[in-house]
């Protein structure tokens, strides 16, 4: 086969490349797609209904409250109260007061989407004379089912409440209440998510390749691997147990989408240079496969390895993300190195119309923004770095902003559903807890002095312990009695009487007293998550840099690498905090926010090292270190923006939910991915490389020998060590 150099490239080159797009293999990977896509996409879209949002699949499974869960559940069917709140500033008429007992008779009768009608409470008043507020609270079940049904549950309550007027407001609230407004936040999100982030494809791939034509191509096999990875992420979870929520099934969107268009573009870009020097596409796909294959691999593994670190966490809903996220990657890979090679082959040239790479045109990386870039770093590598690392080390200073404590329900959403209006509103007129109780479960003998512990508490309403109706009284020699807070229950200070309550009952001899309840589960998803972020954080940077280290088979590369990405996830956090302070006007971020921002960054954000510094070191074995610097920034500069520019938008595709921490999550990542493909991997990277030189490939032998001309091929160079 002739080259563009009118050199001879041996198929034996080609690895095993050309099994996947040989003359009559690309047919063949075509056909076991299709097949593989008949047999899985209807199952892809049953995964919303495998999904898991209870509070058993967020909270540690170890933890005090995931207990207590547990335990009641032998009192009675798990439930969650809806509370309906009716208030007037100038005081509840008579008619208000009317109207009020009058719901109260048809909620008991209520029966349909798990609504224990009967167990229904109230009304209680704000005070006995002249009454200015009122609650009921409505006990739905929390089912296998129960999560699909709370909002339909709380929609049959609104139909009998009704919206309020003439000065009565009405609202529902309560953990019911809220539960349904998360719910509906959910509903759609996987669709919601597919089509934002198609649409940043979309955008993205015609402003890169100028071509209508071939972005149908990337978006055909990220689409095929997105519904492979749900069908299989499906049968896991209803086989084999595998727990997926709401968030992990958004998060595979936009992962799938933004890591499967990264190594689209990636593999595009090297198949165009290929396109220039061999006549046959074929031979140029299975060479652009053999050279851009291993980095591309790399940079897969790196993701999912990280993602698989995930599993190492307390958290449930942070440990069934990692294999969820790592299913994702993998197909997506697979997809991209094998359907997609074999789509770009079966359509020829005329897919990058109108600009076609013809055979014999000349390379473009001598030229450009980027090789201009990199000529201009060259003059003062030292003075850059010192500079870039400088300002990204100011911008890391916004961490004194970060507020990652946790974000209650008042703030959890974009906007104010009807749950935050109605708990707002709640707290002027009742004890603040109302509505979310602490559960505790001690044993019968003791029970007395527990309650009294309980009572005596600080940040307890004394009057407020007692049995919720429809329990058992007692079951195994244990007893159920819950008991209301002072303030929120997702306040700080709600989480410190948590605490105080659980010294108070464990202090009773033999009581075996546990506390639980809403405000108890925040308390131990916290400390689950500083546990998760002090042990998955190091692990994931060691999995990072033995991959490097791998690729590279150099020790200083890995290292200056990995602390780049370091800066640049401490840079990314910091001008975050400040934006979420200062400009959106956030109150707070979730207490995984770190560890989901930093997982992401650098199992992503690595990617643009990975891909930048295996073209350095092709070309440094040809033309040296610092001449290989300056080609492989200009080779790759222009595919690694737009890479880093799709992956960006696809994560800022969260922001189209309602709800904080999504919005942060994509914020964040957006950001992060925008620092590392622009200032880090162009210019910290590069000047970092450009000083060091040839020791930056120690202990190889290209640190001592810096592998000038050698007059291999760039293939022959690569599987000698070169």
């Known amino acids: 086969m002739t080259s563009g150099n009118g050199g001879t490239t041996a198929p034996g080159k080609r690895g095993i490349a050309h099994l996947v797009c040989g003359r009559r293999a690309k047919w063949l990977v075509l056909v076991l797609w299709l097949v593989l896509l008949f047999l899985t996409a209807p199952f892809a879209q049953k995964l919303t209904d495998a999904q ?12 005090e409250s995931t207990q207590v ?76 089912q129960g999560w699909e049904r709370i909002a339909p549950a709380v929609d049959s309550i609104r139909d009998v409440v009704g919206e309020g007027g003439d000065g009565l407001a009405v609202h529902i609230t309560g953990p019911g209440g809220t539960s349904a407004d998360f719910s509906e936040a959910f509903e759609g999100i996987d669709s919601t998510l597919l089509f934002a982030a198609m649409g940043v494809v979309i955008v993205m791939l015609l402003i890169t390749y100028r071509s209508p ?68 596409r074929h031979e140029a796909m299975a060479l652009a496969l053999h050279r851009a294959g291993p980095a591309v691999l790399a940079s897969g593994a790196t993701v999912v390895l990280s993602m698989l670190v995930l599993l190492a966490a307390e958290m449930n809903s942070t440990r069934g993300l990692g294999p969820v996220a790592a299913i994702g990657v993998a197909v ?89 209006t109605g708990q707002r509103v709640s707290e002027e007129y009742f004890p603040a807890g109302s509505g979310d109780p602490l559960v505790i479960v001690s044993d019968e003998a003791q029970a007395g002095q527990v309650s009294r512990a309980v009572a005596g508490t600080e940040g307890v309403v004394p009057d407020s312990l007692g049995r919720p109706p429809g329990t058992k009284p007692v079951h195994d020699g244990q007893v159920l009695f819950e008991a209301t807070m002072t303030d929120p229950s997702d306040s700080e200070a709600a989480k410190q009487t948590v605490e105080r309550v659980r010294d108070a009952v464990h202090a009773v001899p033999d009581a075996d007293a546990q506390v639980g309840g809403g405000t108890a589960a925040l308390l131990d998803m916290d400390r689950a998550t500083t546990h998760d972020n002090l042990l998955i954080i190091p692990l994931v940077l060691i999995v990072v840099l033995l991959i490097l280290a791998a690729l590279l088979r150099a020790v200083i590369a890995p290292l200056l690498l990995v602390g780049t990405v370091i800066l640049s996830f401490a840079a990314a956090l ?8 200062h400009v ?45 610097v300056v080609t492989g920034l200009a080779a790759t500069g222009a595919v690694i923006t737009s890479a880093g520019l799709v992956l ?25 991915v925008l620092l590392d493909t622009f200032v880090v991997r162009s210019v910290l990277v590069t000047s970092l490389f450009l000083d060091i030189g040839p020791k930056v490939w120690w202990p190889h032998r290209l640190a001592r020998e810096d592998g000038t001309a050698t007059g291999a091929e760039p293939e022959e160079v690569s599987r000698s060590g070169g």
């Open 52 to 63: 898991d949002n209870d509070a058993a699949s967020w909270l540690p499974g170890s933890a």
């Open 69 to 144: 869960l547990e335990i009641s559940k032998d009192f009675r069917p798990e439930q969650i109260p809806a509370v309906v709140v009716y208030a007037r500033d100038g005081g509840l008429t008579a008619q208000d007061r009317a109207a009020i007992a009058e719901d109260a008779v048809q909620l008991r009768q209520l029966t349909d989407h798990g609504i224990r009608g009967a167990e229904t409470r109230g009304p209680v008043y704000d005070r006995p004379v002249d009454p200015r507020a009122a609650q009921i609270y409505v006990p739905i079940t929390m089912d296998e």
């Open 213 to 280: 034509t071939l972005l149908v191509v990337p978006l055909l096999a990220v689409i095929a691997a997105l519904f492979t990875a749900q069908s299989v992420i499906y049968f896991l979870a209803e086989h084999a147990g595998l727990t997926v929520n709401g968030q992990s099934a958004g998060i595979l969107t936009v992962l799938v989408f933004g890591a499967g268009t990264d190594y689209a573009l990636l593999l595009v870009a090297r198949y165009r240079e290929e396109l220039r020097r061999h006549e046959d």
């Open 332 to 420: 997506a890979l697979l997809a991209m190195m094998t359907l997609f090679p074999a789509l770009l082959v079966i359509f020829g040239r005329w897919i990058f119309w109108p600009v076609i790479p013809h055979f014999g045109a000349p390379d473009p990386t001598e030229g450009g923004v980027w090789a201009r870039t990199g000529r201009g770093i060259a003059r003062r590598p030292r003075t850059v770095w010192i500079v870039t690392a400088l300002v990204l080390a100011v911008c890391s200073l916004g961490l004194i902003q970060l507020r990652a404590e946790g974000i209650g329900n008042a703030d959890a959403f974009t906007g104010t559903p009807d749950s935050i």
């Open 574 to 581: 910091g001008l975050s905090a400040l934006a979420f302070r």
């Open 584 to 628: 959106f006007d956030y109150a707070g971020e979730a207490t995984d926010f770190p560890l989901f921002v930093f997982v992401f960054l650098v199992a992503l954000g690595i990617d643009y090292n990975i891909f930048l510094t295996t073209r350095i070191r092709e070309e440094a074995g040809r033309q040296g270190t610092r001449r290989g």
């Open 648 to 672: 960006a938008g696809t994560f800022a595709a969260l922001g189209t939910l309602p709800m904080v921490a999504f919005a942060e999550i994509g914020f964040a990542v957006a950001l992060g």
